[in-house]
């Protein structure tokens, strides 16, 4: 069996840091960052990472020609979507009123302006830094991995599922939210594993292993 992996390569997001992790959790692996539909199409597993504005991360896929190979990926083989990467398997965002792939059913709204942690302090946005993830579905990308452990975040935005079923992980920051989805052959988070320490190599290394 193919060990080749496609890093998604749409020109935004630090794909060396994703690509590198990966190396590391699975030395004997094939890890390609990519923006050929082709490479996309053939790999074993694809990994759709992302950073910046939801409508130039759009834009920029589009532009590269990436929808097609992208779109069949999500339907049979192990596909791992981070930050913007989860956010563009949804429907409508709110940043920049655009849409995403509609792969999965659901929109990406900005946390509200007033957001104040328990005891009513302001808190700010974008989300960054450390956080607890409570896993609400058992999955293999859990394994070894304690419920609430915490991940790496950076977003003013997040995903809000029109089916609670699609929620793997939810997070607290002023209000809860998912910051990890699961259908099939998909996994996504909003927070990044790369940048996670043991915790997010873990989830990569279970990624890798992933037999959907």
């Not at 890093?7 to 890890?31: C, F, I, Q, T």
């Not at 935005?157 to 998909?186: E, H, K």
Request: proline share 8%; with cysteine.
């Amino acid at each position: 069996m193919s060990r080749t992996v496609a890093v998604v390569d749409y020109g935004m997001g630090n794909l060396r840091s994703v690509a590198k992790a990966l190396e590391h959790v699975a030395p004997d692996a094939n890890v390609q960052v990519t923006s050929d539909a082709a490479v996309i199409a053939a790999a074993e597993r694809v990994v759709m990472p992302g950073q910046g504005a939801m409508p130039d991360c759009m834009r920029e896929f589009t532009a590269r020609g990436l929808r097609e190979a992208v779109l069949q990926a999500t339907t049979e083989k192990p596909f791992l979507g981070i930050c913007v990467g989860e956010q563009m398997l949804f429907g409508h965002a709110e940043e920049g009123n655009v849409r995403g792939l509609d792969i999965l059913p659901g929109s990406v709204p900005r946390f509200p302006r007033d957001l104040r942690d328990a005891g009513g302090m302001p808190l700010k946005v974008p989300h960054m830094g450390w956080n607890e993830v409570e896993q609400t579905q058992s999955h293999p990308l859990w394994k070894g991995i304690p419920d609430g452990a915490r991940f790496y975040f950076v977003h003013s935005y997040f995903v809000q599922p029109a089916d609670p079923a699609l929620t793997a992980g939810r997070t607290y920051y002023g209000i809860p939210f998912t910051s990890a989805v699961a259908r099939a052959n998909i996994f996504a988070t909003q927070f990044h594993p790369e940048k996670s320490a043991e915790a997010g190599l873990r989830l990569l290394k279970n990624f890798m292993s992933w037999q959907p």
